[in-house]
């Protein structure tokens, strides 16, 4: 799916096989120069990466990522922490992963402000919105590996289609041609036996008009492109 992408995922393309010996070598090391360079990055200083000076700022207690330990104290006082490149994708997606749930969630509050409704039916919206995620939560405070293949982001259409039906749900109560496309259709097929069921090109084909449609009302109410939903990395 075009929409959906490895967050922070470097791709390193693999070599044609070279006819001579000359070439192949030449192949090699190239490819261990982009180890050298990949290797280089995962132990990059936090200071170089992100810009920023953390000699100038106290720190009593340390930085922890999925339950873990990742700098201390001491080590954000120096400045000289270093980031793995696994943890550093992880974090990039979490903020991706958060971002769009809570971007997704105040867009639709814009559209339909709580203000003007009960307190019942605010709460029923939100929980239209909560749908559209894994687990139903408003945002992913841990990264242990359990949304990685449930979702909107999931790379398996089985894995995402009841969350891409319910964000189709979501916004075909919106105005608009695309909600009103998005009304007379389902990422979802169901069994004689009403079991749920669903194809690549059914769940897609509802992707392909939900997120043109969101992007661009997102933008409409804010004037920037929103968060999307991005494959886990592994």
């Not at 769009?100 to 105040?106: D, H, K, P, S, V």
């Amino acid at each position: 799916m075009g929409l959906l992408s490895k967050a922070g995922n470097a791709s390193v393309g693999a070599s044609a096989v070279a006819s001579t010996p000359l070439q192949s070598t030449s192949s090699t090391s190239s490819g261990s120069r982009s180890a050298a360079k990949r290797q280089k990055a995962s132990t990059t200083k936090s200071s170089t990466l992100f810009k920023i000076d953390l000699s100038k700022l106290n720190f009593d207690g340390g930085v922890f990522w999925n339950r873990k330990l990742i700098a201390s104290g001491a080590d954000l006082n120096s400045g000289n922490i270093t980031i793995d490149l696994q943890i550093a994708r992880e974090i990039v997606w979490n903020l991706f992963e958060n971002n769009f749930r809570i971007e997704l969630l105040y867009l639709d509050r814009c559209i339909f402000p709580r203000i003007h409704m009960s307190v019942k039916e605010g709460e029923e919206r939100d929980e239209m919105v909560y749908d559209c995620f894994h687990l139903r939560k408003p945002v992913s405070l841990d990264f242990d590996g359990s949304e990685q293949h449930e979702g909107l982001g999931a790379a398996d259409y089985e894995a995402r289609m009841k969350q891409v039906d319910n964000f189709r749900l979501l916004l075909s109560s919106w105005s608009g041609p695309p909600a009103e496309k998005l009304r007379r259709m389902s990422a979802l097929t169901f069994s004689e036996g009403w079991d749920i069921e669903s194809t690549l090109e059914t769940v897609q084909a509802v992707e392909r008009i939900a997120y043109p449609f969101y992007c661009q009302t997102f933008f409409a109410y804010f004037g920037q492109a929103p968060s999307l939903p991005h494959v886990q990395p592994g």
